[in-house]
Nanobody, 128 residues
Framework: QVQLVESGGGLVQAGGSLSVSCAAS????????WGWFRQAPGKEREFVAA????????NYADSVKGRFTISRDNAKNAVNLQMNSLKPDDTAVYYC?????????????????????WGQGTQVTVAS
């Protein structure tokens, strides 16, 4: 089993920046890809960003490209999502997730159903 705990988030004015992080504990000796997803009230959970085990491959939703950056620190079993130029439409609960993969994998899926473990979520609110 793997446990994921998010931190960061909060309230920010439109145009501002915020960072959310996630740390994994438990069965962390395996390789895994990280993903960030978000869910706004009344909407389905949607993909935000993903990064492969080595960090060589990243994927971003079109809505956040050029504004958000995902990075990982394998030594700390952690991932970070730096969010710049935030918009009110970015308001949502942000979830981190991991999928166990082979060490050689460049997997960085954009699909909710591809991830094995999820964090509890952290609220990001962007005020206009």
């Amino acid at each position: 089993q793997v446990q994921l705990v998010e931190s960061g988030g909060g309230l920010v004015q439109a145009g501002g920046s915020l960072s959310v992080s996630c740390a994994a504990s438990g069965r962390t000796s395996s390789a895994y890809a990280w993903g960030w997803f978000r869910q706004a009230p009344g909407k389905e959970r949607e993909f935000v960003a993903a990064i492969s085990w080595s960090g060589a491959r990243t994927n971003y939703a079109d809505s956040v490209k050029g504004r958000f950056t995902i990075s990982r620190d394998n030594a700390k079993n952690a991932v970070n999502l730096q969010m710049n130029s935030l918009k009110p439409d970015d308001t949502a609960v942000y979830y981190c997730a991991i999928r166990l993969v082979p060490y050689s994998s460049t997997y960085a899926s954009t699909q909710v159903t591809d991830y094995n473990y999820w964090g509890q979520g952290t609220q990001v609110t962007v005020a206009s």
